[in-house]
């Protein structure tokens, strides 16, 4: 609710902005009434009831903080998205993410309709399967690569890795945030084989590996679809960036491409619990997605936007060409690393504290 005032004043006008910002103020209200209570068997129904209406509220904030973007381009001739408004949507989506899994995670273990299996925890599964969430979003994307081009790449999916006693790569995950990911990555890499190859007899397979090491649990997408010069890989995680034209609204129907949401949403989806989404591409010939997640659930930390003076602060001085300074702002290490762009990694300066042997702890 602080954060969300540091937009341009031009954006914070548009009527869909002052919408999301009023369901936030109703939201905190709702909650401030049970601030001082003490929790009974009654209480804990009426919170359940309570999170429940301020979830469904909000099930539309993307799409309508996205239309106020859209609603501000409109009204101006040359609109592009710049630094100070990804950083912001980085971590107002980020927020949310951390915030409905709470709630629903609350309302999965707390309310009248808990999960038909019991291998769910809430919305988390011990050993999630990530094969079959892995085919259920190729279904999905097939389906709807189908609807738009009436035709869909086969998909051809390996794993590597599988443990001992088990018969298949599993992991500790939520499923609906997997899927997420891999249905938004699926739907990019159909949409540009089928287009790529639409004029030939026969549409390449996609191939899709399944890794689990160590330390990492990684999905690699490859498709044929002519993969995107270098020196726009970097766009493909803004927000309003897209290589497809704006789609027509069908009723019921998600479009395949075009709004330039899924890879930014998706990636962070992954950095949630410390992973993350890299792509690689041979411009003419494809490109190679990695999903990357922590393969043991005691390494993935959730990642969440902290908010301070510093950052207000921060707000105030970013433009087109700063590199962000050096502090700390979100609650994981894991976040920092590898970054080389819009975040970098907490330093204590030369001036900072003290260790415990007298010496200046001066950071990583």
């Known amino acids: 609710m602080q954060e ?26 709702d909650l401030m009434d049970f601030l001082n209570d003490d929790f009974s068997e ?34 101006q001739n040359k609109f592009i998205i710049d630094p100070k408004m990804q950083y912001f949507l980085d971590r107002f989506y980020m927020n949310r993410i951390g ?8 309302i999965a273990l707390f309310g009248k309709h808990p999960p038909s299996s019991g291998k769910f925890i809430g919305v988390f599964e011990p050993n999630c399967r990530i094969k079959k969430v892995l085919e259920d979003a190729v279904a999905g994307a097939s389906d709807l690569c189908a609807r738009t081009y ?41 949409r540009a084989t089928v287009e790529k190859h639409e004029a030939k007899d026969e549409i390449p397979d996609i191939n899709i590996d399944i890794v689990k090491g160590n330390e990492d ?16 890989i970097k766009d493909l995680f803004t ?30 989806y992954a950095k ?18 990695f999903v990357y997640l922590k393969a043991l659930s005691q390494d993935a930390q959730e990642v969440i936007p902290m908010y301070n003076s ?16 050096s502090q700390r702002e979100w609650s994981c290490d894991s976040f920092y690393d590898g970054q080389i762009r819009s975040y970098s990694k907490p330093f204590l300066r030369s001036s900072g504290k003290k260790n415990g042997n007298g010496g200046v702890n001066r950071g990583k």
């Open 150 to 190: 009436f035709d869909s790449p086969m998909v051809k999916i390996n794993e590597h890795g599988v443990r001992e006693g088990e018969d298949e790569v599993i992991a500790a995950y939520v499923p609906s945030h997997l899927h997420f990911m891999l249905f938004e990555l699926l739907k990019n890499a159909m």
């Open 42 to 75: 009654d209480d804990i129904e009426r919170f359940t009831d309570t999170l429940y209406t301020i979830k469904q509220r909000h099930d539309k904030t993307v799409e309508t903080m996205a239309q106020g973007v859209i609603e501000l381009k409109s009204a």
């Open 272 to 289: 949630y619990f410390g992973g993350d989404i890299h792509i690689s591409s041979l411009e003419g010939l494809g490109s190679d997605t």
């Open 239 to 268: 927000y309003h960036y897209s290589t497809a034209p704006e789609p027509d609204q069908l009723e019921g129907i998600a479009p395949l491409a075009g709004y330039g949401y899924g890879l930014p949403l998706s990636k962070l």
């Open 99 to 106: 915030i409905r899994l709470l709630m629903t995670n609350h």
């Open 310 to 325: 510093l950052v207000a602060k921060e707000y105030e001085e970013i433009d087109q060409e700063t590199v962000r300074s």
């Open 4 to 29: 969300i005032n540091h937009l341009p004043k031009v954006l914070l006008q548009t009527p869909s902005v002052e919408l999301v910002k009023s369901w936030y103020v109703q939201s905190f209200v």
């Open 217 to 232: 649990l990684t999905i690699r997408i490859s498709d044929l679809g002519g993969g995107i010069c270098r020196n726009k």
